[in-house]
T-cell receptor, first 115, second 110 residues
Framework: EAGVVQSPRYKIIEKKQPVAFWCNPI?????LYWYRQNLGQGPELLIR????????DSQLPKDRFSAERLKGVDSTLKIQPAELGDSAVYLC?????????????FGPGTRLTVL | GQNIDQPTEMTATEGAIVQINCTYQ??????LFWYQQHAGEAPTFLSY????GLEEKGRFSSFLSRSKGYSYLLLKELQMKDSASYLC???????????FGTGTRLTVIP
């Protein structure tokens, strides 16, 4: 079974440019998460979707970040405009409800560098 | 809010045993997870504790004491491939979000 797929794996942009990340969760997983992980830190939640509904976006900087999950499967996360401090790894994770542990499965991440 | 503390770095010898501690303060505790993350890769699930006690999975074991807000991950018979960051994460009641510590970077030396 394929895991969580993310693209691109790496992205380098200049500040003030827009950027978008794409995530395809594990088939059948209703819940999808976007995290940001700074160097030497643990992941921090940006937004959580249950199917197509964003049920927790309290940590998403809404002035420049947006996300969508049309049809409750794939998701995109966008930053416009990017700032130097946005350099980080953006991780997508998915989860299937009602399993033994309800653990989250992570994708490999997109490493963003803003110059 | 929640506060999760774990050591930043640890070093251990191949074949030895290492214990990585995690302390947490949170309201509405509903489980503690340990994840392994190799450099440049995705975090992968290692273990889950929601009740007090020890959960064993091969070379890895995880312990939880809810009254003390304390957990540890025990790695036995260390191998070079165990060099990675180990992330402690807490889940709260009513939410399925995980709150991660900063991670412990373990280096296994020959």
């Amino acid at each position: 079974e394929a895991g969580v797929v993310q693209s691109p794996r790496y992205k380098i942009i200049e500040k003030k440019q827009p950027v978008a990340f794409w995530c395809n969760p594990i088939s059948g997983h209703n819940t999808l998460y976007w995290y940001r992980q700074n160097l030497g830190q643990g992941p921090e939640l940006l937004i959580r979707y249950e199917n197509e509904e964003a049920v927790d976006d309290s940590q998403l900087p809404k002035d420049r970040f947006s996300a969508e999950r049309l049809k409750g499967v794939d998701s995109t996360l966008k930053i416009q405009p990017a700032e130097l401090g946005d350099s980080a790894v953006y991780l997508c994770a998915s989860r299937q409800r009602d399993t033994d542990y309800n653990e989250q499965f992570f994708g490999p991440g997109t490493r963003l560098t803003v110059l | 809010g929640q506060n999760i503390d774990q050591p930043t770095e640890m070093t251990a010898t191949e074949g030895a045993i290492v214990q990585i501690n995690c302390t947490y303060q949170t309201s509405g505790f509903n489980g503690l997870f340990w994840y392994q993350q190799h450099a440049g890769e995705a975090p992968t699930f290692l273990s889950y504790n929601v009740l007090d006690g020890l959960e064993e999975k091969g070379r890895f074991s995880s312990f939880l004491s809810r009254s003390k807000g304390y957990s540890y991950l025990l790695l036995k018979e260390l191998q070079m491939k165990d060099s990675a960051s180990y992330l402690c994460a807490v889940r709260r009641t009513g939410a399925n979000n995980l709150f991660f510590g900063t991670g412990t970077r373990l280096t296994v030396i020959p």
